[in-house]
């Protein structure tokens, strides 16, 4: 029971992170390396936000606002005269988690900071004899809320059209006149943004600590080549899948439990190299 | 030309005069610490401890001033010995305080052996670097990793009397040191480890791990930075403390890690060879300055870097010719004995490895703070323990699999 609500409370964690991730690639075929350094400075500003007395759901909107900010800023500012030049765009975002994770240690030190859960997620529950705590229930709650957003947003809506246009034909996206500078700088802030509020929910779990954008970065990257390049639903189903076998393969396999992450990866690499979900084309 | 031999002359005059106002000549420390990465605070903490013992004594070590240049490896192996060759070879120092991990150590151990420059260890705990791969050109001011952990086995099944464990640590060489010196004696002393699980490097979820503990009288646990801080959190949260009484080893309670971690660190027990809370003069007044200075009580990494400090300072101090004579320093620091330190008396054995006092502490709050107070002090202990040492170095060393469990034997 404890491993089944482990898995799938980290597994909407990751869904968090990876969502982002997967957007920003699918449409603008950044492999954004920095993605971990959001979600980490997305943690640090809400444990800062959270120790100025804001409530917790403001903590999160900060982090998210902070993270889409310098994301829009980064995109704006580096990646579009870069162009679709991709070690450039590999070595810039590198350099940006790596600046990323150098500000951070000086604004906050080296220590891991605790954030607290917000006071009504405070408690453990009780489930067949064993304890799990609340706030863990609710980032579950929570992942799966923003992914029917998610869904709803690229699905039912104008915008979302716009995105997936862009994903399947980006020439054909221009022709057609739509803007995409705007929609590349949207996208880059929005997969930053969720990054950002995934590194607030997480604190209260993980901490906020130096190195856990590179701690994270892997399982994302993990997901997303599981689940195939730039789907959303294949970075849902993936990151469950993932969760899962990060949380019980260590118990079942200890002496694997460095490589038994990147197995399922590599069985959907040889089986399907587009991964789960993802088309052949990309 | 003229204005050339002119200005060669000038300096001459200059460095002779410099000479004459001082016999002793200024001495050049190198320093092996991380400045970046998830392991900069240890490293910042290290140097703080370092320069706090010199700004105590007027930058001086022994009577010379002290030029202290510090490099980042940033905790890279690889980079600790482009580093230590930089600062040998280049800077050409007298000798080289740190590195701050293990691995780091173990990387630059042949070097500095045939460099032969003296390193002082601040904090890398690794058994064979005074066991079964001892360097002449090496001594350590902290103490074996096993050398902590044998005293909580013996406080485990002597003191609390439990009979049962289940030991979970980090999956690395620094984890499966210190369980089986808690094992080795725990289970010489009559306890028995049910079962040893072992957590990736980089996990940061725990919950799967605290599930499978079982039917035990205590739980032995060893993190450090923030997985000791998560696993502290988690702990509680999934019901288990109140429950099983949680017993570990310095890391997972470090003083700089206290004050993030609250309630739940209440009622930890661990051992270590110091803790801020030692109520004797001369750590008060050390834990009194350095909180002033940093605001946070020194731990396991400053207090490391200020025993190097101390242990170069006395070192020098029993030396009749200067002590840039790197042969006569060394063996000045291996014959190293502190009276009154922080950390009590300190001795080396004949590996270079101190003999010290091992404190069994418990986290308290009190002044308003959480410390680590002493509830027991095992004087003058070996890395050794009490064993036979070479009996000890004829078997292998600590391991994911040694001591094995006795169900396996």
Request: aromatic residues 10%.
């Amino acid at each position: 029971m404890t491993y089944l609500l482990s898995s799938l409370s980290f597994g909407g964690l990751l869904f968090l992170v990876t969502a982002g991730f997967c957007l920003i690639f699918g449409i603008m075929r950044v492999p954004n390396l920095a993605h971990g350094g959001f979600f980490m400075l997305g943690a640090y500003v809400g444990v800062a936000a959270l120790r100025a007395g804001l409530p917790f759901p403001l903590a999160v909107l900060a982090g998210g606002l902070a993270t889409a900010a310098l994301g829009a800023v980064f995109e704006a500012g580096v990646l579009r005269r870069i162009g679709n030049n991709e070690d450039a765009q590999v070595l810039a975002t590198v350099g940006l988690a790596l600046i990323i994770g150098d500000s951070i240690l000086t604004v906050w030190g080296g220590n891991p900071l605790r954030a607290p859960a917000p006071e009504a997620l405070r408690t453990s529950i009780q489930l067949a004899g064993a304890f799990f705590p609340a706030y863990r229930l609710a980032v579950l709650l929570v992942s799966v809320l923003i992914a029917v957003l998610l869904w709803l947003l690229i699905e039912r809506t104008r915008l979302g059209a716009m995105l997936r246009a862009g994903v399947d034909d980006l020439k054909m996206t221009r022709a057609l006149g739509i803007s995409v500078p705007l929609l590349f700088s949207g996208t880059f802030a929005f997969g930053s943004c969720l990054a950002g509020v995934a590194g607030v929910l997480a604190a209260p779990i993980l901490s906020a600590y130096p190195g856990m954008d590179f701690d994270m970065l892997p399982l994302a990257l993990v997901v997303v080549v599981l689940g195939g390049m730039g789907s959303l639903l294949g970075a849902f189903v993936g990151s469950f899948l993932v969760a899962a076998v990060y949380v019980v393969g260590p118990v079942l396999f200890p002496e694997f439990a460095y490589v038994i992450l990147f197995l399922p990866m590599m069985i959907v690499m040889a089986i399907r190299p587009q991964g789960l979900f993802g088309s052949a084309s990309h | 030309m003229l204005s050339r031999v002119a200005r060669c002359a000038g300096v001459l005059v200059f460095l002779s005069g410099a000479a004459a106002a001082d016999d002793r000549p200024a001495l050049k420390i190198g320093m092996l610490t991380i400045h970046t990465g998830a392991a900069a605070a240890i490293g910042d903490q290290t140097e703080n401890g370092f320069r706090f013992y010199l700004e105590e004594h007027g930058n001086k070590l022994g009577g010379h001033d002290v030029s202290l240049k510090v490099s980042d490896t940033t905790g890279t192996p690889a980079i600790a010995k482009a580093k230590a060759q930089e600062l040998v070879q280049r800077e050409r120092v007298d000798m080289v305080v740190g590195p701050i991990g293990s691995a780091e150590a173990l990387a630059i151990h042949d070097f500095m052996r045939e460099a032969e420059v003296p390193l002082i260890s601040s904090s890398a705990l690794a058994e064979d670097l005074t066991q079964r791969k001892p360097s002449k050109w090496f001594v350590r001011a902290t103490s074996a990793t096993g050398q902590m952990s044998h005293a909580l086995g013996d406080y485990a099944a002597n003191t609390l009397k439990v009979r049962k464990v289940v030991t979970i640590a980090t999956d690395f060489a620094y984890g499966h040191e210190i369980v089986g010196g808690f094992q080795r004696v725990f289970e010489d002393d009559g306890g028995l480890i049910v079962k040893k699980i072992w957590v990736p490097l980089n996990a940061t979820d725990f919950s799967s791990y605290l599930s499978q503990i079982g039917d035990v009288d205590a739980v032995y646990a060893s993190f450090s930075g923030a997985a000791a801080q998560n696993f502290i959190r988690q702990y509680a949260e999934f019901g288990l403390k109140g429950r099983l009484p949680l017993l570990s080893t310095h890391s997972l309670v470090d003083e700089s890690l206290l004050p993030e971690m609250g309630d739940d660190a209440l009622g930890i027990i661990s051992s270590g060879h110091y803790s801020a809370a030692i109520q004797n003069p001369e750590n008060q007044k050390f834990v009194q300055g350095f909180r002033a200075a940093y605001k946070v009580d020194p731990g396991f990494y400053a207090a490391g870097g200020y025993m190097a400090a101390m242990f170069i300072d006395e070192a020098i101090k029993t030396m009749k010719g200067p002590a840039t004579d790197k042969r006569q320093l060394m063996d000045a620091l291996r014959a190293v004995r502190i009276t009154g330190s922080p950390r009590g008396d300190i001795s080396l054995d004949e590996f270079g490895n101190p003999v010290c006092d091992v404190e069994i502490r418990k986290v308290e709050r009190k002044d308003g703070r959480l410390q680590n107070v002493v509830i027991k002090t095992y004087p003058h202990v070996s890395q050794f323990w009490t064993y036979e040492p070479a009996k000890v170095l004829a078997g292998p060393v600590y391991s994911r699999d040694f001591p094995p469990l006795r169900a396996t034997r």
